[in-house]
Protein backbone atom coordinates (compact mmCIF):
# COMPACT_ATOMS: atom_id res chain seq x y z
CA UNK A 1 0.00 0.00 0.00
CA UNK A 2 1.18 3.44 -0.96
CA UNK A 3 1.46 6.51 2.28
CA UNK A 4 0.95 9.71 2.68
CA UNK A 5 4.89 10.65 1.83
CA UNK A 6 4.23 9.31 -1.53
CA UNK A 7 1.31 10.70 -1.80
CA UNK A 8 2.84 14.37 -0.98
CA UNK A 9 5.43 13.03 -3.66
CA UNK A 10 3.05 12.69 -6.50
CA UNK A 11 1.37 16.07 -6.20
CA UNK A 12 4.54 17.76 -5.97
CA UNK A 13 6.24 15.89 -8.80
CA UNK A 14 3.63 13.79 -11.06
CA UNK A 15 1.83 16.06 -13.43
CA UNK A 16 -0.26 13.31 -15.06
CA UNK A 17 -1.17 12.19 -11.59
CA UNK A 18 -1.98 15.48 -10.36
CA UNK A 19 -4.29 16.11 -13.50
CA UNK A 20 -6.45 12.54 -12.72
CA UNK A 21 -6.75 14.25 -9.38
CA UNK A 22 -8.26 17.49 -10.21
CA UNK A 23 -10.77 15.48 -12.59
CA UNK A 24 -12.77 14.38 -9.58
CA UNK A 25 -15.37 16.40 -9.07
CA UNK A 26 -16.39 15.41 -5.26
CA UNK A 27 -14.90 14.19 -2.13
CA UNK A 28 -16.38 10.65 -2.77
CA UNK A 29 -14.71 10.71 -6.77
CA UNK A 30 -11.64 11.91 -4.79
CA UNK A 31 -11.34 8.89 -1.96
CA UNK A 32 -12.35 6.34 -4.82
CA UNK A 33 -9.09 7.64 -6.68
CA UNK A 34 -6.90 7.24 -4.08
CA UNK A 35 -8.52 3.44 -3.26
CA UNK A 36 -7.86 2.73 -6.95
CA UNK A 37 -3.93 4.57 -7.17
CA UNK A 38 -3.25 2.19 -4.47
CA UNK A 39 -3.21 4.28 -1.04
CA UNK A 40 -5.09 2.39 2.09
CA UNK A 41 -5.68 5.51 3.98
CA UNK A 42 -7.36 5.67 7.05
CA UNK A 43 -10.78 8.00 6.66
CA UNK A 44 -9.07 10.64 8.88
CA UNK A 45 -5.77 10.53 6.24
CA UNK A 46 -8.31 10.69 3.41
CA UNK A 47 -9.64 13.81 4.99
CA UNK A 48 -6.02 15.41 5.00
CA UNK A 49 -5.11 14.53 1.49
CA UNK A 50 -8.72 16.00 -0.09
CA UNK A 51 -7.28 19.41 1.81
CA UNK A 52 -4.18 19.51 0.58
CA UNK A 53 -5.00 19.74 -3.19
CA UNK A 54 -6.21 22.85 -3.36
CA UNK A 55 -2.40 24.44 -2.45
CA UNK A 56 -1.67 23.11 -5.72
CA UNK A 57 -2.56 25.90 -8.68
CA UNK A 58 -2.54 23.75 -11.46
CA UNK A 59 -0.09 21.36 -14.08
CA UNK A 60 1.97 24.25 -14.82
CA UNK A 61 3.13 24.46 -11.33
CA UNK A 62 4.05 20.46 -11.05
CA UNK A 63 6.14 20.86 -14.16
CA UNK A 64 7.65 23.91 -12.87
CA UNK A 65 8.33 21.97 -9.93
CA UNK A 66 9.37 18.65 -11.10
CA UNK A 67 11.97 20.23 -13.13
CA UNK A 68 13.39 22.28 -10.16
CA UNK A 69 13.91 19.21 -8.49
CA UNK A 70 16.01 17.56 -10.90
CA UNK A 71 18.85 19.33 -9.08
CA UNK A 72 20.54 17.26 -6.17
CA UNK A 73 18.79 17.59 -2.67
CA UNK A 74 20.54 16.93 0.27
CA UNK A 75 19.60 16.13 4.09
CA UNK A 76 20.24 18.24 6.72
CA UNK A 77 18.24 18.51 9.23
CA UNK A 78 18.57 21.49 10.51
CA UNK A 79 16.87 23.47 13.19
CA UNK A 80 14.64 26.84 11.89
CA UNK A 81 14.76 29.60 14.34
CA UNK A 82 12.59 32.20 12.90
CA UNK A 83 9.99 31.53 9.90
CA UNK A 84 8.52 35.04 8.44
CA UNK A 85 10.67 37.45 11.17
CA UNK A 86 8.66 35.16 13.78
CA UNK A 87 10.27 33.04 16.52
CA UNK A 88 9.09 29.60 16.34
CA UNK A 89 10.11 26.38 17.51
CA UNK A 90 9.87 22.58 16.72
CA UNK A 91 10.90 23.55 13.24
CA UNK A 92 13.57 21.67 10.95
CA UNK A 93 14.60 22.77 7.71
CA UNK A 94 15.21 18.57 6.42
CA UNK A 95 17.01 19.40 2.85
CA UNK A 96 18.24 22.00 0.95
CA UNK A 97 19.40 22.46 -2.82
CA UNK A 98 20.77 24.69 -4.90
CA UNK A 99 17.28 26.59 -5.81
CA UNK A 100 15.03 25.35 -2.84
CA UNK A 101 14.00 24.03 0.61
CA UNK A 102 11.62 21.45 2.48
CA UNK A 103 10.39 22.75 6.02
CA UNK A 104 8.22 20.74 8.22
CA UNK A 105 6.47 22.76 10.95
CA UNK A 106 3.38 23.27 12.75
CA UNK A 107 2.81 26.57 10.71
CA UNK A 108 0.14 26.38 7.49
CA UNK A 109 1.50 28.52 5.08
CA UNK A 110 -0.17 28.79 1.58
CA UNK A 111 1.01 28.22 -1.99
CA UNK A 112 2.52 31.41 -3.63
CA UNK A 113 3.14 33.01 -0.75
CA UNK A 114 6.62 35.07 0.51
CA UNK A 115 8.87 33.32 3.14
CA UNK A 116 11.93 33.84 4.53
CA UNK A 117 13.31 31.72 7.10
CA UNK A 118 16.50 31.90 9.14
CA UNK A 119 18.94 29.41 11.20
CA UNK A 120 21.87 29.05 13.21
CA UNK A 121 25.44 26.80 11.28
CA UNK A 122 25.83 23.51 14.05
CA UNK A 123 28.48 24.69 16.81
CA UNK A 124 28.06 28.42 15.98
CA UNK A 125 26.67 31.44 17.92
CA UNK A 126 22.68 31.35 17.93
CA UNK A 127 22.61 35.16 17.33
CA UNK A 128 24.59 34.88 14.09
CA UNK A 129 21.44 33.68 11.87
CA UNK A 130 21.38 32.91 8.28
CA UNK A 131 18.16 34.02 6.61
CA UNK A 132 16.81 32.80 3.11
CA UNK A 133 13.83 33.68 1.40
CA UNK A 134 11.50 32.64 -1.79
CA UNK A 135 8.35 31.61 -2.25
CA UNK A 136 6.01 28.18 -1.09
CA UNK A 137 5.39 26.28 -4.14
CA UNK A 138 3.76 23.55 -2.33
CA UNK A 139 2.79 23.00 1.23
CA UNK A 140 0.62 20.16 2.68
CA UNK A 141 -0.47 18.75 6.11
CA UNK A 142 1.30 15.99 7.49
CA UNK A 143 -1.59 13.37 7.59
CA UNK A 144 -2.57 12.32 10.68
CA UNK A 145 -0.58 15.08 12.30
CA UNK A 146 -0.46 18.70 13.07
CA UNK A 147 2.58 19.28 11.71
CA UNK A 148 2.92 20.74 7.79
CA UNK A 149 5.46 20.37 5.00
CA UNK A 150 6.47 23.39 2.79
CA UNK A 151 8.83 23.23 -0.26
CA UNK A 152 10.09 26.82 -1.17
CA UNK A 153 11.92 28.16 -4.28
CA UNK A 154 14.50 30.83 -3.13
CA UNK A 155 14.57 34.06 -5.11
CA UNK A 156 18.18 33.36 -5.60
CA UNK A 157 20.23 30.65 -6.10
CA UNK A 158 22.62 29.70 -3.75
CA UNK A 159 25.34 29.96 -5.95
CA UNK A 160 23.85 33.86 -6.41
CA UNK A 161 24.35 34.24 -2.58
CA UNK A 162 27.25 33.40 -2.53
CA UNK A 163 29.19 35.57 -5.63
CA UNK A 164 27.11 38.44 -3.52
CA UNK A 165 28.70 37.42 -0.49
CA UNK A 166 25.23 36.53 1.32
CA UNK A 167 26.12 33.11 1.96
CA UNK A 168 29.13 31.56 2.52
CA UNK A 169 29.00 27.75 0.92
CA UNK A 170 31.94 26.66 2.71
CA UNK A 171 31.28 27.77 6.39
CA UNK A 172 27.72 25.57 5.79
CA UNK A 173 29.55 22.57 4.57
CA UNK A 174 32.19 22.61 6.80
CA UNK A 175 29.33 23.49 10.31
CA UNK A 176 27.61 20.68 9.02
CA UNK A 177 30.22 17.61 8.35
CA UNK A 178 31.53 18.44 11.75
CA UNK A 179 28.22 17.96 13.34
CA UNK A 180 27.47 14.82 11.63
CA UNK A 181 31.70 14.11 12.33
CA UNK A 182 30.65 14.39 16.17
CA UNK A 183 27.40 12.52 16.04
CA UNK A 184 29.19 9.81 13.98
CA UNK A 185 31.75 8.92 16.95
CA UNK A 186 28.41 6.69 18.02
CA UNK A 187 26.77 3.88 15.99
CA UNK A 188 23.83 4.70 17.59
CA UNK A 189 21.69 7.60 19.39
CA UNK A 190 18.56 7.35 21.48
CA UNK A 191 15.48 9.48 20.28
CA UNK A 192 16.50 12.35 22.73
CA UNK A 193 20.54 12.61 21.86
CA UNK A 194 19.03 12.43 18.01
CA UNK A 195 16.54 15.11 18.67
CA UNK A 196 18.95 17.37 20.36
CA UNK A 197 21.58 16.74 17.59
CA UNK A 198 19.24 18.46 15.05
CA UNK A 199 17.14 20.73 17.32
CA UNK A 200 13.87 19.27 17.42
CA UNK A 201 11.54 18.19 20.40
CA UNK A 202 12.18 14.40 20.80
CA UNK A 203 8.15 13.26 20.35
CA UNK A 204 9.17 14.53 16.77
CA UNK A 205 11.58 12.13 16.27
CA UNK A 206 9.60 9.38 18.02
CA UNK A 207 7.36 10.06 15.08
CA UNK A 208 9.59 9.93 12.42
CA UNK A 209 10.48 6.33 13.73
CA UNK A 210 6.61 5.43 14.01
CA UNK A 211 6.36 6.94 10.24
CA UNK A 212 9.49 4.90 8.83
CA UNK A 213 11.05 8.18 8.01
CA UNK A 214 13.84 7.65 9.66
CA UNK A 215 15.88 3.58 10.20
CA UNK A 216 15.81 2.22 14.31
CA UNK A 217 16.50 -0.36 15.63
CA UNK A 218 14.54 -1.41 19.06
CA UNK A 219 16.29 -3.22 21.93
CA UNK A 220 14.56 -5.74 23.75
CA UNK A 221 15.55 -4.87 27.08
CA UNK A 222 13.70 -1.75 28.00
CA UNK A 223 12.25 -1.29 25.02
CA UNK A 224 14.65 1.52 23.84
CA UNK A 225 14.84 2.82 20.28
CA UNK A 226 17.87 3.41 19.12
CA UNK A 227 18.67 5.25 15.86
CA UNK A 228 21.99 5.05 13.83
CA UNK A 229 24.02 7.76 13.44
CA UNK A 230 24.30 7.56 9.87
CA UNK A 231 20.59 8.88 9.56
CA UNK A 232 22.33 12.01 10.35
CA UNK A 233 25.49 11.65 8.06
CA UNK A 234 23.86 12.27 4.44
CA UNK A 235 24.67 15.57 3.86
CA UNK A 236 27.20 15.50 0.84
CA UNK A 237 28.61 18.45 -1.59
CA UNK A 238 25.51 20.25 -2.15
CA UNK A 239 26.78 23.06 -4.44
Not at 13 to 40: I, N, S, W
Not at 109 to 116: C, H, K, P, Q, Y
Not at 216 to 234: N, R, T, Y
Request: net charge neutral; hydrophobic share 40%.
Amino acid sequence: MRDAFEFLRLIREDPQFLKKAQACATDKERVAFLRQEGFGFTPEEFEAAIRTWPSYKGLEQAEEIKERRQADRFDVFLKVTEVNHQPVSDAIMLDISAWGAKIESLIPLNAESDISFSFSLPGGKEEEKIQLTGKVVWSGQVPVSKRYQVGLQFYKSIQKLKNEGNFDIEEFRTAIRKRNEGISQKNFLTIKEFADAIGVHWFTVWRWTAENRIKFKQVKAGCKILIPSSELDKFQEAF
